[in-house]
């Protein structure tokens, strides 16, 4: 029986890992390299090796209700885009809420993690540490959570640019950079433009000479101002849309599109990509479009080669005197601590059921929590891994077989590489929605709208029409919070509320007529009872976002 659960990190995956872990009567000890939690939203003056770093300037791209975490909304007065030290601050208030800080091992490594001999019976991990100190200790858990990250292994790809070992000025990775200290009146070339990419050029700009964007195939870039002000990421982010989406591709992939091109016309700008938006995670920037139209920044195609302080591109043109070469050229993953069995790859993927569990176990007992990319935030998809990970460990959710495990792994790798650009860098991609709804499912917390329309049509109408918190997988089953009704309906007032620090008196409005309601009501009890019907059939339907041929 699983008792004693190792949790490897003390990021936003880890905090929840433990949580969860807490809510199913499990005894977590959590092992975390550094002094604190916080993982990738603790910023370091200096980087530390191994371990994710980030920029002064970082804004986080979701908005607090998006990101939030199911059963603790974020306090109304933060900002709905937050600083990096704000996110720190809501994850120390999700730590002292849930009195998660004494099952926090600081300072300790995990070397390795193996199976024990009678691991076949027990399922049991042997877990060596190693103490900031140099000493090791080795335990035994009955199971293993995985929450280590992405962002900690810098992808310098020096071989593809010729010249570069002889080049005049400096170069480092995004990872090394926290400022635009030191940059002042310099040259700076920025390789690649991810948000890193776009983030950076727009930070070092405002003091350099020039800077330059080198891309090899463009990107779309939105903003995180939405339709009246509103967070974007809260625009187009309801049940109902996802089913839109579904039903008429083609249609919402070129409407999207033209209404990002009627913000600024990509192709114009020199950004526009290849592939359309909805298979390659756009470019989130308030400010890019402004310093290309001052000329503070100029994009550029890929570098071709380097010559002495000269950096030459594809189209033949060459930028001299070049000062500084920032590559944001991105990441790659690694878990040193796991047997090379357990790392065993899908595509680009990890060969991981769900992106959760490793197929091949006898026992169910190791879970990778928070691995995963999507157009969104990771954070309500890391709590969910966990939320059903803690529940598979104690036996209340089994797995397929390996056989049906192996066979949906393979059956989404491929749908993944049809619909998404994948790479070693961004090796998994899943659709917010569906595939929240997908584990919500083997949890058991996958809100029922039929069920709620009859029962709670405010409710309902919320949960169908609004954007999709994750409050919303608080509502029943396992692990239901009594606060989530109230978080749903309120989300709004936490969302306007930043702004309330100037209040302007709205004009007087005309009361909407019953009949607009009535009317409201009995189109969304339709699309409800069409959304549970045919919508959830799966979590990757081929038809949605698919590009046109």
Known sequence: MVQKVAVIGAGISGLTSIKACLEEGLQPTCFESSHDIGGLWRFKEKPEPERANIYQSVVINSSKEYMSLSDFPPPAELPNNMHHSEVLLYMRLYAQAFKLLQHIHFETSVVSVRQTADFAATGQWEVETERREGQRETRVFDAVMVCTGHFTQPHLPLRDFPGIESFEGRYFHSWDYRSAEG??????????????????AVDISRVAEKVYVSTRSGAWVISRVGVRGIPADLVGASRMDVLIQRLFPLWSHRTLERKLDQAFDHRLYGLKPKESYFTKNPVVNDDLPARIISGRVQVKPNVKKFCGSSVVFDDGSIIGKVDVVVFATGYNYSFPFLPPALQAKCGYRLRLYKHVFPPALTQPTLAVVGFIHVRGAINPLAEMQARWATRVFKGLTNLPSEDTMIKEIEKDTAT???????????????????????????????????????????????????????????????????????AILTQWERVLQPFRTRVVPEPETRPSSRRSIVVIFSGAALLCCFYNKHCLSSVFSPPLFRSPQ
């Open 416 to 486: 993944m590489h049809e619909r998404f650009v994948l790479s070693d860098r961004n090796p998994v991609q899943v659709d917010y929605i569906p595939y929240l709804d997908s584990v919500a499912e083997e949890v058991g917390v996958r809100p029922n709208l039929l069920w709620l329309l009859l029962k709670d049509p405010r409710l309902a109408l919320q949960v169908f029409l609004g954007p999709c918190t994750p409050y919303q997988y608080r509502l029943t089953g396992p692990g239901q919070w009594a606060g989530a009704r109230q």
């Open 183 to 200: 940059l002042q009146g310099k040259t700076v070339v920025v390789i690649g433009i991810g948000n890193s990419g776009g983030d950076i």
